[in-house]
Every structure is written in C-alpha cells, then in structure tokens.
C-alpha cells in the first residue's frame, strides 16, 4: 500500500510532507524537551511549570547529626535488657541508669514512670525529669 503513495510523488523532493516534516522529528517541534523554553512554552507552563529554576538545597549528609533519644516508658521496658548489657544496676529499691553510655543523647517524657530510677543522660525534657521525680528518682543532664 505505501509503494503506490512513494510512486505517486516520485520527482517531488518531498513526498507531501512539507519541508521539514520528512526528517528526524521535525513534524513534532523536537524530540523530548527541546523548545521547552520557545515553541512549546505554554506546554511548560501548563503540564510543568516547576521545570527551570532553583529547586531546594540539601544540606550535606556529613554535617547532619541524628540524635538518638528514648522515652520513659522504653527505659521501663529495656531495664532489664540494660542491666544485662552493664548500663543499669539496681541499688535497693533504685535503678541507676547510664543512658549516655548506652548511647542515648536525650530523655523524653512520653509514658509512666513506675520504678524509682536515677538516670544520667546528656539532656532531658522538663516533662521527663518531672515524671521520674514524681516517682522519687532524678535526672541527672550534664
């Protein structure tokens, strides 16, 4: 079927399709995202208007420091598991309890104290060191 429409426009340079249509992907203006900035610009603007200029800033992953912190209630759980692994002992009826050598930067109040606990940690929440007060322990922040 296409060899009669190529017969029929023999001698004629361009077959029908117009100058630029015959070759690479000029009928479509370019391929991909050339003349995003010319022809096809109410294109951008409508299906992508984010696409040039400043996008964010990410800061360095080597400057960012996660600080590792724990709740009550998870020093409640894990007070066994910490006395086993040396970082709580049980002095009478009080636990004393090294959070920053377990590797904990900061205390926060979320749950119930229900022993009397003395904990070092290197900062804590007004909350947390209310609440294990309350209970008759101490934070004791550097």
């Given at each position: 079927?296409?060899?009669?429409?190529?017969?029929?426009h023999r001698g004629s340079r361009t077959h029908?399709?117009?100058i630029k249509a015959g070759r690479g992907a000029g009928e479509r203006g370019?391929?991909?995202?050339?003349?995003?900035?010319?022809?096809?610009k109410m294109t951008m603007l409508k299906e992508d208007p984010d696409h040039f200029g400043p996008k964010g800033f990410?800061?360095?992953?080597a400057l960012i420091e996660e600080k590792r912190v724990i709740n009550i209630y998870q020093v409640e759980q894990a007070i066994n598991d910490?006395?086993?692994?040396?970082?709580?002992?049980?002095?009478?009826?009080?636990?004393?309890?090294?959070l920053k050598s377990a590797g904990y930067d900061k205390l926060l109040g979320k749950g119930k104290s229900r022993h009397q606990m003395i904990i070092k940690v290197p900062s804590s929440s007004?909350?947390?060191v209310a609440k294990v007060q309350e209970a008759g322990g101490e934070v004791v922040t550097e």
């Open positions: 079927m296409g060899k009669k429409k190529t017969k029929k029908g399709r117009g370019g391929r991909g995202k050339a003349g995003l900035q010319k022809h096809k990410s800061r360095p992953q910490l006395m086993s692994k040396g970082y709580a002992e049980k002095k009478g009826s009080t636990y004393e309890i090294d007004e909350r947390a």
